[in-house]
Structure formats: C-alpha cells, structure tokens
C-alpha cells in the first residue's frame, strides 16, 4: 500500500495553517474585543465628562440670566393705558410725568425704580389732546386739542386757571410754554399765535403756511421762535418785532420735529424721509449740513447731552446719534409699533417713549455723559454695526455682550 505523502503533507499543513488562522482569529476577536471594552470605556468617560462640561456651561448661562434678571431695576416700569396717548411730558423738577390721550385726558402719574403711580386724571378737552407742556416752574400744565381750547391747569390742586375757548379757526396742533405767563401755538392750517395769560386776546396772530405746525422751538434769549411745517418749510418769527424773520426753502418731505445742540448754536430738523438737517441758529433759510438718520420717518427727537440725539419713528426704534462728529451709536430702546413722542426727565437720568402700543416706556441713558468724552472722532465708523448696535438701556441684549464672561 503506497501512501502519498505529498497529500498527508498537504492535509496537515492545511489543518495546522486552519489552527493557525483560527488561533488568529480569536487572538484577533480578543483583541478587538478588549479594545471595545477600552472605547466603550473611554467613550463612558468622554461622555460623562461632555456632560459634565455642558452641566458646567449651562450652569453659567443660568446664573448669567438670573444674574441679569436679580440685577436692581434702573428705570421705573413700563405705564400701559387703555387710550392712545398722544403726547408726554416730564414735570421740571418733580417725579411726575404727564400723559395726554385721545379721549380728551391728561393723566398725571408719579414715578421711581419700583412703580408708577395714577395720581390724577384730569378730562380737560371734549376732543382728543394735541399737546401737553409744563411751565418753566411746574406749576402750571398747559395742554390743547382738537377742539380748539387751550387750557391753563393748576398742578398741586387739579383747578382751572385759565381757558381759550375757540382760540384758532382750526384745530391747535403744538404747543410752547416760553415762560411763566406766555405761551405760542400753531394750528393745522399754518397760523401761529402768541398768549399773555394775563390778557384775554392773543398778543400776535401770523399766518406763516398752508399745513400744519409740527414743532416749534426758541433759545433761552427767546428772540427768535423757529416753527417747522408739513409743507416742509422751516420759518422763523422775530418775537419781539411780532413779525416773520425768515423762511428756509422749501424740502422734499415734511419736517417734523427741532432739536438745539451746541450751547444754543445749532438747530437740527427732523424730517419725514429719515433725513436729519443742520442749521445755525438764526441762518434758517438753508443747512449747513444734512445725513441721514434713518430709513423711516423721524417723528421725534430729544437732546440729550451737547453732542448726542435721541430720535425715534415709524419703525418704533429708538436711536442715538452723535451730532458732532456725525455717528451712530446704536439702539436704546425699541418698541413693537411706532413711536409718537419722546421727553427727558429733570434730572436728566430718563427718557420716556410713548407708542402705539398706548404704553409709555423708560429708559436709563445716564450712561451718555460717558459715552460723549468717549467719542473718537478720528475712529473709521462702522455704520452698519453702530446702527444695530443696543446700548445698556436696551431691554435686548447684544450677544456678544452677554456671553463674553462664559467664554
């Protein structure tokens, strides 16, 4: 019998490569498996150390906002009404803020950090407010409407001190107290007028326009009264001559609200078309310079310091420029509807916005008396981010403001 080595080689060397190739394999398998368990471990532990990480992280962004939300108010709460308020104004010296609506009213309110306070509610005009201003003392509120009245009110005590009934042939849209005994107001139909409150007929009558008269402003020599108009013409009357000084060229847009800067030097005109234009004061028949402020409607505007203006409009946003140079500085406040009117406090710490809304919010700009000697005139401005830009009265945060501890 012949045996063929050849095949039991070949067979032997086949089960030992097998055994080989199995013994691999599961050194193999071991190995995988051992590595698995290394992964797995690892992966165990990279997970509960993310966890551990985002814990951390949301533990910041949780104490961030609570630290946000615990930080003592600086502003006294928003004052929301059931009419539509139609114009504001801050009491000289006290915390009282009036507000006059559509109905007809004036509603005084006291205000602090904590609240705001209803003390009197005053229905003074059977047709809607136009206008509600102190004078120079806050003893008295002089306040006009649609029904042609101008009304004289006696602060401490609530009482009528004087009355024009039928005071224009239209309706009085503005209102300026000059001092303790005279007062200016202008119509809807371009006729203004100026008021001894000691004299039953008005001191001077001129037509100066065919539309209304938005805004009417004078310097402390109270020489020259300065009257901006919907038919966007800038005019000027001579107080003491009772007569027109000059009149500006007429502009593309209304203009709708007047400003002084500079100690008294400089005139600034808000208009329809988000244009800002600069005079010199008693130069009104031209500007001296023009940018523009924004891209809808300026309806107001408030100095705040020499150099820096508050305005606001149409998209209920509330902007801070500077004048000199010309800059954006960014938002201080917003609303969700436009916004009508604008005013600063005595003390200068406030200002307050009146919307559509029928709501009156504050706003704490202290910080703008920092803001102007920080001013870098030489500094290339970026217009785009300046513009979007909340400032530390804004009740919207900048992102980069607020995570910049957690990072």
Known sequence: MTIDFREFDKDSSDESDSSISDMSEEIEDEQIDEQSENDSGENASNTEDNQEENSEDE????????????????????????????????HPSKNIIALANIV???LLFEYNNEE???????????????????????????????????????VATGKLKQCFENAHDEPVYKLLS??????????????????DMRKAD???TLKIGEDYISDMISNEAQKYLVCAGGDGMLTSIDLKASKIYTS??????????LGLFRSETKLLVGSSTGKFYLFNWKEFGFHSDEYIGQKHSIQCMIPITQNIVVSSGEDGII???HMFPQRQLGIVGQHTLPVERLDISHDGHYIASSSHNNDVKFWNISYFESIDSLINVNEKQNKRKDMSNNLPSSSVKNASDFFSGLL
């Open 202 to 204: 008005p001191v001077f």
């Open 116 to 154: 705001t306070k209803l003390v009197n509610t005053l229905e003074l005009h059977l047709k809607a407010c136009r206008d509600v201003e102190f004078d120079s003392e806050g003893d008295t509120m002089y306040s006009t409407a649609k029904d042609k009245v101008i009304i004289a009110t006696d």
């Open 104 to 106: 007809g009213d004036i």
């Open 178 to 195: 000059l001092d303790n005994n005279k007062i200016v107001t202008g119509d809807d139909c371009g006729t203004v007028k100026l008021w």
């Open 59 to 90: 533990d910041e962004v949780v104490k961030a906002i609570k630290a946000e939300k615990n930080k003592p108010r600086d502003h006294p709460p928003t004052i929301n009404t059931e009419d539509f308020i139609v114009d504001i104004c801050f």
């Open 248 to 257: 500006s060229e007429q502009y593309e847009a209304e203009l709708t609200c």
């Open 319 to 321: 902007r801070a420029a």
